[in-house]
Every structure is written in C-alpha cells, then in structure tokens.
C-alpha cells in the first residue's frame, strides 16, 4: 500500500493509501465522536464524525484520504454540524435508567458540546421479554450498528430496520419481541450499541475491566470482563486475532459460574473410613473435608512417594484437563517426566481431538490449523464434518456462514442435522447415525 501526503489540522501527515480519514485521525490519537461507526463494515449513516476536507463537511468514516486533504477535525464548522446533529439525535431520546444514559454516547457528546443529556424517564416502554437483555426504542438512534452486528458480523439475521418513514424502527424476526424471536443471545448488538438502548440486564458501571481469554471453547475469543468488588459482573467482546470483537452467548453470559459459590475453592481430602463412590446424594462435607494447600500437598506427595517406592514410575500416570493453558500443562508434564519419571502422561482433549490432529498431520504436515479463523472467508468450499460448531465454537460458525453467504460452497456431513445446515449447499446426514439420533426440533431432515 502506498503514502500519500495531507494536511491534518493545519500539519503536514504521511498516510497510507485507501485508509479512511477516521483510521488516519485516531492513528495521530485526535478523537472524533462516533455512533454507527463498526469496525470493518462501512456504515456512514449518524454523521456525527464529520471533517471538514477542503472547506467541504464529509463523514471521516467512510471517507478516504487522497494525496493533498486538507482536513479541519475541530473547525467552527465541524463543531457546529455535530451540535447540530445532537440537537436533532435528542430530540426523540430518552432513557429509562441513570444506568442506560451512562452507556449512551450521545449523552455524552451533548455534554462535551454544551447541550443538555437526553432525560431519564423510567416509565418508558422497553421490550425485557428477552432474559439477559433489554431493549429501549426510545434510547435508539436508529444507527443500524446492531443490525450490522446481527446479521453481516455474528450472521444470525434476527435484528432488521422495519417500518417506513418516521415509523423506522428496530426489530425483530418479523417485527416479534426480542424474547420471541430467533436470537441466539450472542450478546454482539449489546456490545456495539452507541446508546444503551439494548443493553444488558441489571447491567451497572464496573469498578475494573480485566481483558482475557474466554476460558470456554478453544476459539480463543478474547473477552473483557467488568469486575466490581471482586466480583464479574459483565462480559464483552474484546479484539482478538480469533473473534474480532465478538462473543457467543457462553462468552457474553456464561461467567456466573466465576461467582458461584458452589465453585470448589480450597483442596477437600476425603474423611477417614468414607469409601471411594459418587455422593449419591450426601453432603460433599459428610464425604470430604477442607484442608490448606500445604496440607493437601504434602499428602499426594507422600502418596505419590509411597506408590513409587513399591512399584516404580511406571505405575504412576498423569491426566491434565483440556481446559487447563499451554503453560501448566508444559509444567506438568515436566513434572511427571523428570520428578516421576513416567511417560504416562495425557491431556482429555485426546479423547476429542486425536482424530483431528491425525487427520490435519496427514494432510497439511502439521496436527493444528495452519491459518487464522477468518480465512474460512477466503475458502471457495467449506467441509464440516461431525461438527456443531454452532454450539461448540459459535464464533467460528460465525465466519463459516458469513463466507457461505459470500458465496462459499458449503458442504455438510453430519449425523444430525445442525443449524448451519440452512447455510449448506449440501448436507450429507449419516443415516444409520441419523435414525438413533434424529431430532425431531428440526423439521424437514
Ligand atoms: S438499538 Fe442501538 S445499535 Fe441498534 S440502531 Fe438503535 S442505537 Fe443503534
Ligand atoms: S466461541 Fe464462545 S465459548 Fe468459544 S471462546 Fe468464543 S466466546 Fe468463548
Ligand atoms: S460514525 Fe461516521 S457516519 Fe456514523
């Protein structure tokens, strides 16, 4: 990509050819207001990031730069054009929760021009008939992010502009409720909503956001997560090479679990005299008790010595969990090896993925993906095999049926019928496998 030369805010400024004058004002680390702004997808409806290039009002963020700009990002103008459109944007804007306005950007650039925020009107009609998410239409600037989110980022389809005229509006499905509709409560149009009108439930401002990786599937999506005393209370999606901003509905919902107070937080050594065996009902304290790391420690590690003194290394074998990082399982493995001196050692994801890596071995030399996820979009033909990926790993999905939409084969062999199926081209149901596991929640298989 080659450079060209403009004049940013009365400054010479090298830039690269084809980006637009957003990427190019933010690489200098100068701010402009952004609503329908998505990464990736040209939008340019709200307006509100307008430049003044060679005396002339454009959107920065579908507006590209070309050799010679003179571009003003604060001018008399610019400032007055954005006022003007907040005026316009607060006209027909309200929100329900002090909560909602803190998440509304246009609240917030009415404050940084002077203008007064949107109302809080609790009485609003809001649609809550959806269990973690809420949605307020009159919060809504009609910005089209979350129908970019929906469909052309997470491609599920439910959320379109419906109606015509002034009674343009979000919707669901065919104009049904959020909680009736098709959505798989992957969470993206919360995530990219300028306003808070969709927005989760009970959703309040975090004391610290943590960025990780989500521990679910091995996607790697990466995730920010609201902590407030001590506790998570929100998740996002994050950029990551994997995900690109997105989530699923267990990386988006699913941390309650970090909270639960069911969680096994100190080791636990079984009583004396309780026998091996599932509880079957007991107390798990009437079985085990709890005991300090030291003290749980000690004990494998003189069990772990009494076995190795009576039968040797090669009756002492290692099992570690898939869900464990890269690193602990390196170190266990160390472990074993030189502490123990066993090569019995194993990791569950075998169970699953030993086929796979067989398979991906034989073919491309090596037993992992070769590629990022989203070269699945550079794919003329797409073959899942035995996969549900839209449970297991829905951000994959994600990419398999954007690039199916773009025009990718796809073909299926499966035995059950999966919801991606409706993206295939074909789909070739195993049907010895298909008769013991047909469900009947998909009609027409
Ligand atoms: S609900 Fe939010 S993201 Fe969707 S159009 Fe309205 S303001 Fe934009
Ligand atoms: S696809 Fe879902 S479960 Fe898997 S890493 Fe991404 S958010 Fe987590
Ligand atoms: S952010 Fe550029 S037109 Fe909306």
Redesign the pocket.
């Known amino acids: 990509m080659g450079m060209v030369k403009v004049v940013l805010n009365g400054k010479e400024v090298e830039a690269l050819e084809e980006e637009t004058i957003?990427n190019l004002v933010r690489r200098h680390g100068i701010e402009i207001p952004?609503?329908?702004?998505y990464e990736g997808f040209a939008?340019?409806?709200?307006?509100?990031?307008v430049v003044e290039v060679n005396g002339r009002l454009m959107?920065?963020?579908?507006t590209k730069v070309s050799e010679g700009m003179k571009i003003e990002t604060e001018s008399a103008r610019v400032t007055e054009a954005r006022k003007t459109l907040l005026r316009l944007l607060l006209k027909n804007h309200t929100h329900r929760s002090k909560e909602e306005q803190m998440r509304c950007r246009v609240c917030e650039y009415a404050v940084k021009y002077g203008l007064e925020p949107a109302p809080v009107m609790p009485d609003v009609k809001v649609d809550d008939t959806h269990p973690a998410i809420i949605f307020n239409p009159s919060a809504c600037v009609m910005?089209r992010k979350c129908v970019i989110a929906c469909g052309i980022d997470q491609n599920n389809d439910v959320i379109a502009v419906i109606g015509r005229g002034s009674g343009t509006r979000v919707g669901f499905d065919l104009d049904t409720s959020m909680g009736m509709s098709s959505c798989v409560s992957c969470g993206a149009c919360v995530d990219a909503c300028p306003t808070g009108a969709l927005m989760e439930k009970g959703w309040v401002p975090a004391d610290k956001v943590v960025e990780t990786t989500c521990p679910y599937c091995g996607t790697g999506c990466q995730v920010e997560y609201g902590v407030k005393d001590g506790r998570v209370i929100w998740a996002r999606g994050a950029y990551g090479p994997a995900n690109e901003g997105k989530l699923c509905v267990k990386g988006k919902f699913g941390y309650h679990y970090v909270n639960s107070p069911e969680r096994l937080t100190k080791p636990l050594i079984r009583r004396p005299n309780v026998p091996k065996g599932p509880l079957n009902g007991r107390p798990i304290h009437e079985v085990f008790r709890e005991a300090t790391w030291d003290e749980a420690l000690d004990l494998i590690a003189s069990k772990i010595r009494e076995i190795l003194n009576k039968y040797g290394p090669a009756a002492i074998g290692g099992i570690m969990s898939d869900r464990s990082t890269n690193e602990s399982i390196y170190a266990f493995q160390k472990f074993m090896r030189c502490a123990i001196g066993t090569d019995s050692i194993d990791q569950s994801a075998t169970l699953c993925h030993e086929p796979s890596a067989w398979s991906l071995a034989a073919q491309l030399g090596f037993g992992a993906a070769t590629n990022p996820i989203r070269d699945v979009l550079n794919s003329r033909t797409i073959i899942v095999v035995g996969s549900n990926m839209n449970e297991t790993h829905p951000v994959i999905a994600a990419y398999v049926k954007r690039a199916a939409k773009q025009g990718a084969h796809l073909i299926i062999v499966n035995p059950i019928h999966t919801e991606l199926a409706r993206y295939a081209e074909y789909e070739l149901l195993i049907s010895l496998v298909r008769m013991s596991y047909y469900s009947p929640q998909w009609p027409g298989t």
């Open positions: 957003l952004t609503l329908c702004y939008n340019g409806s709200c307006r509100i990031c959107p920065s963020c579908i910005c």
